[in-house]
């Protein structure tokens, strides 16, 4: 037999044995695969929330803090206050604002078919942070807010103005992909020059409020905002959820998700809304926090496919473990110093955003 013959037939059974492959088998292969990837994001983000908790300016042993969680009212007053009233809700609110991001970026990247996409592309951090500077530069109070909610307030009502404007602007370029992006675009430097505005024109005190802010702090984390963001949590993601198998359908293209009587202007409009009210809040209550809507979306692609009945739970998990473990790095890289943990995701967010982008041009 020839050389050539020889490889005919190695081609000929190579072929015959990807034919016999039993679709059930692989497709119970990829099921365990994917369970065995979330049960192991659940355990990482159940070990850096109890790390966030035990990390601090005071160490405070694993014994000691699953004692005082598990029974409060036998620790001693003082851990009981530092582990009830400032670390938990800490870490809760990391927790909850990585998964609101992580939730916001995967769908956005989804319904926008662009990589590159998460909830700032559209400019609502850039809204968010200007309805802050403009509280923080004139001082305003509002009576009927609690004392430390104006701020939060003013930046969750110009995020959710800036809903409104791209919601129009979808409605009036008809759902186009390209319209909206480029109108977030337009959005985040038209604020981010606003911004710059204020401060020239901002006292000292209003200025140094304005910089804080702006680099994402959970300091301001209280039960009161983990309570708002995690109902508004509960509330947004069974949408999200109920939408999975569209979104699945979408990422085979608009043409063929079309073809499966699948309303494309309604899905991208319910998915900006739903985003866009998970990204508002974020912001409103820890600041912009750059990077996890971009980067979490990602590594859930790359743990679990594109089925999004797994991939945006993956997404939003991946992004509670990257905020949650920014939090125990902004404590501990400087010992004495609390750095901003909008600027530790910048700094790991930076690497992984050029990796995307290189990947991107290799393949085009």
Known sequence: ?????????????????????????????????????????????????????????????????LATLLHADAAPAGLRVVVWEFRLPTAVMALLVGMCLGLGGGEMQTVLDNPLASPYTLGISAAAAFGAALAITFNWRFPALPAG????????????????????????????TLGVILFGIALVYSFQALIMLLQFVASEEALQGIVFWTMGSLARASWTTVAILGLAFALVAPFSLRDAWKLTALRLGEERAASFGIDM??????????????????????????????????????????????????????????????????????????????????????PLFLIIVLRRLRRE
């Open 149 to 176: 909610m104006t701020v939060s307030a003013c930046a969750c009502a110009a995020a959710l103005a800036s809903v409104l404007v791209l919601e129009r602007v979808a409605r009036w370029r008809g759902g186009s």
């Open 265 to 350: 202007p309604r899905l991208r409009m319910l998915s900006l809304l739903r985003i866009s009210v998970l990204a508002a809040l974020s912001v409103s209550f820890v600041g912009t926090i750059g990077f996890v809507g971009l980067v979490a979306p990602h590594i859930a692609r790359l743990l679990l496919g594109e089925d999004h009945r797994y991939y945006l739970p993956g997404s939003a998990m991946a992004g509670g473990l990257i905020i949650s473990l920014a939090s125990v790095a902004s404590k501990t890289l400087l010992p004495g110093v609390l750095i901003p943990v909008g600027i530790v995701t910048s700094l790991v967010g930076i």
């Open 1 to 65: 037999m020839s050389l050539a013959s020889l490889e005919i037939a190695k081609a000929g059974r190579a072929q015959a044995d990807a034919t016999q492959v039993d679709p059930v088998r692989a497709y119970r292969r990829s099921m365990r695969r994917r369970l065995l990837f979330t049960v192991a994001l659940l355990v990482l983000i159940i070990g850096a929330v109890v790390l966030d908790i035990a990390t601090g300016p005071a160490g405070i042993a694993v014994q000691d803090l």
